[in-house]
Structures are given as structure tokens and as C-alpha cells.
């Protein structure tokens, strides 16, 4: 059986967390590869509705060990609150959650400066990062003056870590903002606060990982945020700072090219995005318009932040393009029954640039800000998906919807949402992920 990687394919908010904990129970290991307390994914099955920042999605198999991986950032404050949340739903973790010894660590130094970065430029430039100090992280551990898991078992040789950090450019430029920060001691015996209680979970996750796959486990790949927010081939500079697409996962996870068997891409019917940058199909069309009202149906608020999220029509070349870029050998479609009451769904097949034909998400952002989308417009279905679970119980309408969807986007829609809960997930019959999940 192969192993498997689910990726966002729009801007994040997918319902990636969903899925990941549908296909969970036909694997033994879930691992997440990048990304920290930024990520949002949400769980819902039995009436309860569960936010995981750092934890893999697959916890709530008691079967499925699960993977916080090296390419992650940790607020180690933020992942005990979740570690105590879930035990106190009465979720077994010992023996199932590893966290990478080669994992780094957002001190409150750089949740600061995250938060002065964004306040510190005007409206119009800002990134709308969720101020959890990921990108301060990650900046760190390029410039080689990171702090990892594994640093935090002397405090001495910690201190002095902590001291160089704060004596560099991240705390350099929070101290110009007049901002008060803690001595190197004080927030070394913070940290190792944390260390002690997260010490059980510790490991050499790779080896872990790969030791696993060799005795004939099989894994699933998480990912968080979106292929139109990786750092590389997003909308830059309006991204996440780490790599966000499937190639991802063997840096962030110690994992070989040649172990990843399939790829599933994760897509609303309809597009959504949080802060700021280019989003070509935005219906900012005031409050009785489609984007409210796509909104309000979708409960498009942040399930970090909180924020209203921005909401447009599906645009099919954004999904084209990260289709490209991931190899999806299937797309998943969530959310499809928000779409229920409309007459008529519009989707983005093309883009035009001053009267020029676009094939791809343009690098520029002078060029982005200026898409011209191209509309064709489908026939809705109006009726309540949300009690469907077979393909066959889907409308004609619908089913219209999705093939155009797939056709679109080069690769067969394999399943669709109609619901928050577990339940409300279908796979398409004969299709590549029912062939993969053996249904």
C-alpha cells in the first residue's frame, strides 16, 4: 500500500484537517512536515468540534501514531495546551505522539517582533500573518541562530543560546520598538519549563519514520496552509515562510522522494483567503453581497485567529496551477454544501492581464494585482447535500459542478464534503483514492 501526502491547494483553509482524519483510519502513521501554531485544522465527528495547531490530524484514530516533524516550528507553551486539551476529551498519547528533536522553537521574542512586523507597515503591505511567530522562527533558523528541541536539555548551554538570539537581529529590532523583553535566563527557564513535560514525547523522528515505513507501516503526509501560500511558489511576498507544497515533506519530514506513493489536493468548491495579497476571484461586494453571503453559509472565520476570511468564486486556474506544481493524482472538493442555494456558481477558467491571455498564477505581484478573471457560469443545484453520503446521492447538478471542477484542474475530483462532520465525507467510486483506500 502506497504512502500518501494530503496538501492544501488554495490559500490554506481547505478543510485539510478533516480529510486527513477521514483517510486516517486506513493508515498506522500520520506525520505534519511544516508549518506551527499558524495551522487551524479542524475535526468534527460525534457532535464535537476539535482545533489541532500543532498536533496531526490523525489523533483521534487510537491506532495511528502521529509525527510533529522537524520541518514544524513549536510554541512549546501552545502545543502543552493542546496536549492537555486532548487529554482532557480522554485521548491516549503516550506511545503515539513524537515530537522531532530537530524541531524549532518560537521563543515570545519572536511572537513579539511578529506582531510589531505587521503593525510597523501600512495597511495595504501587510502580510496578515497570524502573529504566532512563525516567520521570525523560520528567519532564525535560516540565519543559523535557531534554537531546536534538542538544544533544551542544558540550561547553561540554553542560556547562552537564548542570549544570542536576543543579542541578534530578532531581539535588535524589538528592543528599537521600545518593546520590553525577558533577561536570557528568564526565558531559558520558561523554555525548559515546557522541555520537562514535552520530554516523553522527544525523538529522532526521521529515524522513527523511516524504521516505521520499513517494517511495512504505512504513513500519511500532512501538510498545512496552502500551495498558493508556500514561500516559493505562492503569491510572494504575501506568503507563509515555509515550504507548503507536496516536495516539502521530505525536508520537513526526513523522508525520500521515492517513499511517496500519491498525492491528494485539497480544495473548497469555492475560494476563500485570510490576509492580505493578490486573490483574483474576491467578491468584495459589500455586506448583502455574494462574498458575505458565501461567508456567512461557509462559517468562513479563522480557526486561529478568528478573522473573517475573504471569499470569491472558484478560481480554476490557481487550482490548475498548484495541480501542476503538486502532481495531484486526485483533488478533494470540501465544502460543496455551501454552494446549495445558489442559482448559478461562477468559476474562474482563465485569467487576462491587460488583454493578454494568462496561463499560470503570475509571479509579479504589479502583474497579480492586475488579473482579469474569466467567468463561465454553471447551473446550481438547490438542495441540501448535507444528508448525501453516497456519490449516487449527489444531484445531476452537482455532479456537473465537480467533473467541470476536474476537468479544469487536470486531475479527477475523488472525493467531496458535504459537511463538517467525519460522516459527511464521500469517495467517488472507482476513482484513484478509492482504489487507494480499497472502498
Known amino acids: 500500500m502506497n504512502h500518501l501526502a494530503v496538501v492544501g491547494a488554495q490559500w490554506g483553509d481547505e478543510g485539510k484537517g478533516k480529510v486527513v482524519d477521514l483517510l486516517s483510519e486506513n493508515f498506522d502513521v500520520v506525520a505534519r512536515f511544516q508549518g506551527g501554531p499558524n495551522a487551524g485544522h479542524t475535526v468534527t465527528f460525534g457532535g464535537r468540534r ?22 514544524m516550528v513549536i510554541d512549546l ?26 524541531a524549532h522553537v518560537i ?23 497570524t502573529q504566532r511567530g512563525i516567520g521570525p522562527a523560520y528567519q532564525s533558523k535560516a540565519a543559523r541562530f535557531g534554537l531546536r528541541v534538542a538544544d533544551l536539555a542544558d540550561r547553561e548551554s540554553l542560556v547562552a543560546s537564548v542570549g544570542r538570539i536576543l543579542a541578534g537581529p530578532v531581539g535588535r529590532w524589538v528592543r528599537e520598538s521600545g518593546a520590553e523583553i525577558g533577561t536570557a535566563a528568564s526565558i531559558a527557564d520558561e523554555v525548559l519549563g515546557h522541555a520537562e513535560r514535552l520530554r516523553p514525547f522527544v525523538a529522532d523522528t526521521a529515524l522513527l519514520l523511516n524504521d516505521w515505513m520499513d517494517a511495512g507501516m504505512r504513513a500519511l503526509f500532512e501538510g498545512a496552509q496552502g500551495t498558493l501560500l508556500d514561500l516559493d511558489h505562492g503569491c510572494y511576498p504575501f506568503v507563509t515562510s515555509s515550504t507548503t507544497v507536496a516536495g516539502g515533506l521530505c525536508g520537513g519530514l526526513g523522508v525520500a522522494p521515492t517513499q511517496v506513493g500519491g498525492v491528494l489536493g485539497v480544495f473548497k468548491a469555492y475560494a476563500t483567503r485570510v490576509g492580505g495579497g493578490p486573490m483574483p476571484t474576491e467578491l468584495d461586494d459589500g455586506p448583502d453581497g455574494m462574498g458575505e453571503r458565501l461567508r456567512r453559509r461557509g462559517r468562513e472565520y479563522g480557526t486561529t485567529t478568528g478573522r473573517p476570511r475573504r471569499c470569491g468564486w472558484f478560481d480554476g486556474v490557481a487550482g490548475w496551477y498548484a495541480t501542476r506544481i503538486n502532481r495531484f493524482d486526485a483533488a478533494c472538493v470540501t465544502l460543496l454544501d455551501v454552494l446549495d442555494d445558489f442559482d448559478e456558481i461562477l ?41 448525501a453520503r453516497a456519490w449516487s446521492d449527489l444531484p445531476a447538478a452537482a455532479l456537473r459542478y465537480l467533473d467541470r471542477l476536474g476537468e479544469i484542474l487536470g486531475t479527477e475530483v475523488a472525493m467531496v464534503g458535504v459537511g463538517p462532520d467525519r460522516e459527511q465525507s464521500i469517495v467517488r467510486p472507482g476513482s484513484w483514492m478509492a482504489r487507494e483506500l480499497g472502498v
Open 50 to 71: 476539535h482545533a489541532l495547531h500543532h498536533v496531526p490530524s490523525g489523533i483521534f484514530r487510537e491506532h495511528v501514531r502521529c509525527v510533529i516533524g522537524n520541518g
Open 77 to 102: 507553551g501552545k502545543l502543552l495546551e493542546e496536549i492537555d486539551g486532548l487529554r482532557a476529551v480522554g485521548v491516549p498519547l503516550e506511545g503515539r505522539l513524537f515530537l522531532s528533536d530537530r
Open 107 to 129: 521563543l515570545p521574542v519572536m511572537r513579539q517582533l511578529d506582531a510589531l512586523s505587521e503593525t510597523a507597515v501600512g495597511v495595504g503591505q501587510r502580510i496578515g500573518t
Open 347 to 387: 468559476v474562474c477558467s482563465g485569467y487576462r492581464i491587460d488583454g493578454e491571455v494568462v496561463r499560470a498564477f503570475p509571479a509579479g505581484l504589479s502583474r497579480a494585482v492586475r488579473v482579469e478573471p474569466v467567468y463561465e457560469a454553471i447551473p446550481g443545484w438547490r438542495e441540501d447535500l448535507t444528508g
